[in-house]
């Protein structure tokens, strides 16, 4: 189950159509505003941080979790 915050990153990624491997990337307040859910969904294995600062890309799982986030 996502929280709130972590279902707003997931429609992001939505939004861009992102699929596992992509990378997708925050910045400025934007960055700021969902740092916490980004790191929690990392922790989940949901996301991959990437090298580039305020990157993102989804794992499978992350994937499978976005598709259904708003059913």
Do not use: I, W
Not at 28 to 42: C, D, S, V, Y
Request: proline share 4%.
């Amino acid at each position: 189950m996502l929280s709130p915050s972590e279902k707003t990153v997931m429609r992001t990624f939505r939004q861009y159509l992102v699929t596992p491997g992509e990378m997708l990337c925050f910045f400025g307040p934007n960055l700021e505003r969902h740092k916490a859910a980004l790191q929690q969904l990392t922790k989940r294995d949901l996301l991959v941080k990437e090298h580039f600062q305020g990157a993102y890309s989804l794992t499978h799982a992350g994937f499978e979790a976005m598709k259904s986030s708003d059913k």
